[in-house]
């Protein structure tokens, strides 16, 4: 079955860049997901791609996908204290989504 | 807000009790899921619905549970005789295509 891997924690000062790195197994995936999950709070949908396309930008975020290694990354740009959040990877197989474990985004001062 | 409605937001239960969440999805949504999250951990599957119809049910979902989407609309998820091991966040998403699912708050079970 599919199964998304992503590290745990990011810290990143405030005003840089943001990468987050995902792998997942399941080659069968055509939509690859990143959410956003902020204290208390049920999922944000942030963005999604299609397995067909290797990159996708929307304002400051910035989704590139590399299929043959199954790899897919967030780019946050200008990051923010209010991008800090648990950020999940995720992929489709069938109807279902499946997540990774998320991973935390710091933002230092 | 995206729309979907999860209620009651918090329930403390004693271990033994039953227990039922609500979902109401978007309104134009035809398709309805399930999914559990523990501490520490993304959401897992449980079940979803296509209008009334229960589609997949994971093996997650033990005999204790059980949902309902009577009429195509609002579901319900009800756990009997809860455990300790069902504390997480209970989060409904609803969809029209399936691949682009919107999230609910979630319901937070805690089990004494």
């Known amino acids: 079955g599919e199964d998304v891997e992503q590290s745990l924690f990011l810290s990143v000062r405030e005003g840089d860049s943001s990468v987050i790195n995902c792998t997942y197994t399941?080659?069968?995936?055509?939509?690859l997901y990143w959410y956003k999950q902020e204290p208390g709070a049920g999922l944000q949908l942030l963005t999604y791609?299609?397995?067909?396309?290797d990159m996708k930008q929307d304002q400051r975020l910035t989704v590139l996908l590399n299929k043959k290694d199954k790899h897919l990354s967030l780019r946050i740009a200008d990051t923010q204290t209010g991008d800090s959040a648990i950020y999940f990877c995720?992929?489709?197989?069938?109807?279902?989504?499946?997540f990774g474990k998320g991973t935390r985004l710091h933002i230092l001062p | 807000d995206t729309g979907v409605s999860q209620d009651p937001r918090h329930k403390i239960t004693k271990r033994g009790q039953n227990v039922t969440f609500r979902c109401d999805p978007i309104?134009?949504?035809?398709?309805l899921y399930w999914y559990r999250q523990t501490l520490g951990q993304g959401p897992e599957f449980l079940t979803y619905?296509?209008?009334?119809?229960?589609?997949?049910k994971s093996r997650l979902l033990s005999d204790r549970f059980s949902a309902e989407r009577p009429k195509g609309s609002f579901s319900t998820l009800e756990i009997q005789r809860t455990e300790q091991g069902d504390s997480a966040m209970y989060l409904c998403?609803?969809?029209?295509?399936?691949?682009?699912?919107?999230f609910g708050p979630g319901t937070r079970l805690t089990v004494l």
């Open positions: 399941d080659s069968s995936s055509t939509y």
């Open positions: 309104s134009e949504h035809n398709r």
């Open positions: 619905f296509q209008n009334e119809a229960q589609l997949e």
């Open positions: 998403a609803s969809s029209r295509t399936g691949h682009e699912q919107f």
């Open positions: 791609i299609f397995s067909n396309m």
């Open positions: 995720a992929a489709n197989r069938d109807d279902k989504i499946i």
